[in-house]
Antibody, heavy 119, light 110 residues
Framework: QVQLVQSGAEVKKPGTSVKVSCKVY????????ISWVRQAPGQGLEWMGW????????NYAQNFQGRVTMTTDTSANTVYMEVMSLRSDDTAVYYC????????????WGQGTLVTVSS | QSVLTQPPSASGTPGQKVTISCSGS????????VKWYRQLPGTAPKLLIY???QRPSGVPDRFSGSKSGASASLAISGLQSEDEADYYC???????????FGGGTKLTVL
């Protein structure tokens, strides 16, 4: 069955970067894109960007342009999301989600990765 | 400030019907399909409704979605204690070139 399995929790210092992975199972990797959505403690959902698993095209949210990079490894059925120049307000749970039509139709989600930014 | 506006909270008693609203604009809900997600505490969101009113397989018909103009709503009938969760609407925004979520509505079953 379809599963998205994310890498484990991370603790990072301000100014450093973090790379979170999302490995997919149960469908042809290149068929659908993957979006990343984050949720700060006690807050709502925030879309960060999308990557096509077919050709690597990306669409980043304005708030994250220049600070986030999304990549794919087709041989490993894995998508990566790197956030650079981390700040304390980047502390959040980061989710990957399969995007059926690249417009926010997320039918399967990863379990989430907690990234804590603290000095 | 979210692009889509939801009430922060809603409540109902078991068996009741509850409606959660989501207000947007012509650049998002007014022209693009709405999705609804449910998030139980400590878990990832789950898709409840897509294309304004369609339910993925496995979602009970107690959940229904509708849209009129630049507003949408999610109705939950036959409220159950396990419906206590956060509910989010979402839609693509043509001006901002991305999908955006409402701020979320915390549903309490009294």
């Amino acid at each position: 069955q379809v599963q998205l399995v994310q890498s484990g929790a991370e603790v990072k210092k301000p100014g450093t970067s973090v790379k979170v992975s999302c490995k997919v199972y149960g469908y042809t990797f290149t068929t659908y894109g993957i979006s990343w959505v984050r949720q700060a403690p006690g807050q709502g959902l925030e879309w960060m960007g999308w990557i096509s698993a077919g050709n690597g095209n990306t669409n980043y949210a304005q708030n994250f342009q220049g600070r986030v990079t999304m990549t794919t490894d087709t041989s490993a059925n894995t998508v990566y999301m790197e956030v650079m120049s981390l700040r304390s307000d980047d502390t959040a749970v980061y989710y990957c989600a399969r995007d059926r039509d690249s417009t926010g139709y997320y039918d399967f989600w990863g379990q989430g990765t907690l990234v804590t930014v603290s000095s | 400030q979210s692009v889509l506006t939801q009430p922060p909270s809603a409540s109902g008693t078991p068996g009741q019907k509850v409606t959660i609203s989501c207000s947007g604009s012509s650049s998002n809900i007014g022209t693009n399909p709405v999705k609804w997600y449910r998030q139980l505490p400590g878990t990832a969101p789950k898709l409840l409704i897509y294309d304004n009113s369609q339910r993925p397989s496995g979602v009970p018909d107690r959940f229904s979605g509708s849209k009129s103009g630049a507003s949408a709503s999610l109705a939950i009938s036959g409220l159950q204690s396990e419906d206590e969760a956060d509910y989010y609407c979402a839609a693509w925004d043509d001006s901002l070139n991305g999908p955006f979520f409402g701020g979320g509505t915390k549903l309490t079953v009294l």
